[in-house]
């Protein structure tokens, strides 16, 4: 039994990833927004910015290409067994 589940019974631990690949992604997009649309600030009112936003958007979507993502299945299932093992040594 893990600290926080003897503090806490209700609470659950979930391990995630140690990266994060598609908040990069959103990170990334956001940033592209910030100084392609946003940056310039030229817009008289918020209906013009939600305009040029959708505008943005939609030229985005024509540009856009998949990418391929490089930490599988098993790579996930290869961390989780690793940080089971060692709450397991912590534990003993």
């Known amino acids: 039994m893990c600290r926080l589940t003897k503090d806490w019974p209700n609470a659950h631990l979930v391990h995630l990833p140690i990266h994060a690949s ?13 100084r392609k649309v946003l940056d310039p600030n030229n817009v008289a009112d918020l209906d013009e910015l939600q ?5 943005f958007q939609r030229l985005y979507q024509k540009a856009a290409k ?4 490089k930490f599988t299945r ?3 299932a290869k961390l989780f067994q690793r ?10």
Do not use: H, K, T
């Open 51 to 55: 305009q040029c936003l959708l505008d």
């Open 74 to 76: 098993q790579d996930l």
């Open 66 to 69: 998949p990418f391929e993502w």
């Open 22 to 34: 598609w908040l990069n992604q959103v990170e990334i997009y956001f940033s592209v927004i910030q």
């Open 83 to 92: 940080v089971s093992e060692q709450d397991l040594l912590r534990v003993a």
